[in-house]
Nanobody
Framework: QVKLLESGGGSVQAGGSLRLSCAAS??????MGWFRQAPGKRREGVAR????????YYDDSVEGRFTISLDNAKNTVYLEMNSLKPDDTAMYYC?????????????????WGQGTQVTVSS
């Protein structure tokens, strides 16, 4: 059972930056990703990265502003968030699956962290 622990959330003004980290309890050669859920909204995929070849995928809403990266030596995935907007305000979750990154639907990911809050003020 892979355990995931996020860190790095916080409050920032619009246009600012934050870096989220997610440490996995063991090496994950599959897919790791970041999801977010705002109050009253569905959980949505933000970015995913393949453990085997570091190919990454982004939701259109964050393309060009967010960067996902993976340090396999540290079993840690990062999400660099720049040019933050109030619409980015949400609880951000790290997730993982044993296979390849087949999609951004939350049910495809069996392993989840507890989440870290990101709040962007205007």
């Amino acid at each position: 059972q892979v355990k995931l622990l996020e860190s790095g959330g916080g409050s920032v003004q619009a246009g600012g930056s934050l870096r989220l980290s997610c440490a996995a309890s063991e090496y994950t050669a599959g897919c790791m990703g970041w999801f977010r859920q705002a109050p009253g909204k569905r959980r949505e995929g933000v970015a995913r990265i393949e453990g085997r070849n570091l190919v990454s995928y982004y939701d259109d809403s964050v393309e060009g502003r967010f960067t996902i990266s993976l340090d396999n030596a540290k079993n840690t995935v990062y999400l660099e968030m720049n040019s933050l907007k109030p619409d980015d305000t949400a609880m951000y979750y790290c997730a993982a699956r044993d296979g390849i990154c087949v999609g951004a639907e939350p049910p495809l990911y069996p392993y989840w962290g507890q989440g870290t809050q990101v709040t962007v003020s205007s």
